[in-house]
């Protein structure tokens, strides 16, 4: 069951939150090319989960 899976279904509502409830999707080369956006994004903001730092390394 989808719902049983605590970690899907934050991902799913995290998605749908800051991303897909703000963009009216037309077609799917839209959906794809939004959600890959979303992610290049969330791969490069900071979190406070790592010391205000991003998930991918950053340069000296």
């Not at 409830?21 to 969330?42: A, G, M, P």
């Amino acid at each position: 069951m989808p719902w049983q899976n605590p970690y899907v279904e934050r991902l799913i509502g995290s998605i749908r939150r800051e991303c897909l409830d703000h963009v009216i999707v037309w077609n799917e080369k839209l959906l794809r090319r939004t959600l890959r956006s979303y992610f290049h994004y969330e791969k490069s903001r900071t979190h406070l989960a790592l010391a205000k730092d991003t998930p991918r390394c950053r340069e000296a």
